[in-house]
């Protein structure tokens, strides 16, 4: 019997050591997205590529911006190890003036659980110039 519970517990052990092992890391192509200067009403849609290079899945669990001018978009499902993903972020190119804005991305990720994504550039009206 002792052999049995010695056994059961280092088998937990083991699974348990195993289990902290898995994490997942997001690592980004980019993080700023330079729109240049752009027309007023031009599309205002990019594109974040991202990569899961932990070995567990990897949640998008928000995404949010610090205007209502700028509108992000997150996958809805978890990105598996090795695959990649997309956050879109759609900027109201009909405001025209200069773009600075940050998207904060959090996910389960084990180094980066926040990320502080960029757009920058400028919006112009060319009936004005």
């Known amino acids: 019997m002792k052999h049995l519970v010695t056994l059961l517990v280092a088998a937990i052990f083991s699974i348990t050591i195993n289990a902290q092992d ?29 990569t899961n290079t932990g070995n567990a899945p990897l949640i998008i669990s928000k995404v949010k911006s610090t205007c209502g001018c700028t509108v992000p978009s997150k996958p809805e499902q978890p990105i598996m190890p090795g695959d990649t993903g997309e956050i879109k972020v759609k900027y109201d190119t009909n405001r025209v003036n200069p773009i600075r804005k940050t998207i904060y991305v959090t996910s389960n990720a084990a180094k980066k659980a926040t990320v502080a994504l960029k757009i920058k550039g400028t919006v112009v009206n060319t009936n004005n110039l």
């Not at 994490?23 to 590529?49: H, L, P, S």
């Open 22 to 50: 898995k994490v997942a890391e997001i690592e980004f192509k980019t993080e700023t997205i330079d729109y240049g200067t752009i027309e007023k009403g031009a599309n205002g849609i990019r594109t974040f590529e991202f």
